[in-house]
């Protein structure tokens, strides 16, 4: 709406055609994002960093104190 009101303004009288954005899809192939590439380099990194923090996590939590919650 600001944008239609700042060209009317500008004495802009023709419709300005917006690119279709429908989807989530369609808005990253417009700005040209590459999905599939995008993917395997996601897949890559789930399957080659997340068990090396996940290895991190478990040895340094294995030194944690953990109290009881138990109130009886």
Same mark, same amino acid.
Request: glycine share 4%; net charge positive; no cysteine.
């Given at each position: 709406?600001?944008?239609?009101? =700042?060209?009317?303004?500008?004495?802009?009288?023709?419709? =300005?055609?917006?690119?279709?954005?429908?989807?989530?899809?369609?808005?990253?192939?417009?700005?040209?994002?590459?999905?599939?590439?995008?993917?395997?380099?996601?897949?890559?990194?789930?399957?080659?960093? =997340?068990?090396?923090?996940?290895?991190?996590?478990?040895?340094?939590?294995?030194?944690?104190?953990?109290?009881?919650?138990?109130?009886?």
């Amino acid at each position: 709406m600001q944008l239609q009101r =700042i060209l009317i303004s500008l004495g802009v009288k023709d419709g =300005i055609p917006y690119p279709d954005i429908d989807t989530k899809a369609k808005a990253q192939k417009l700005i040209g994002l590459d999905m599939p590439a995008l993917e395997k380099d996601k897949q890559e990194f789930l399957k080659n960093e =997340i068990p090396k923090w996940a290895a991190k996590a478990k040895e340094r939590e294995k030194n944690y104190k953990v109290k009881s919650l138990n109130t009886d």
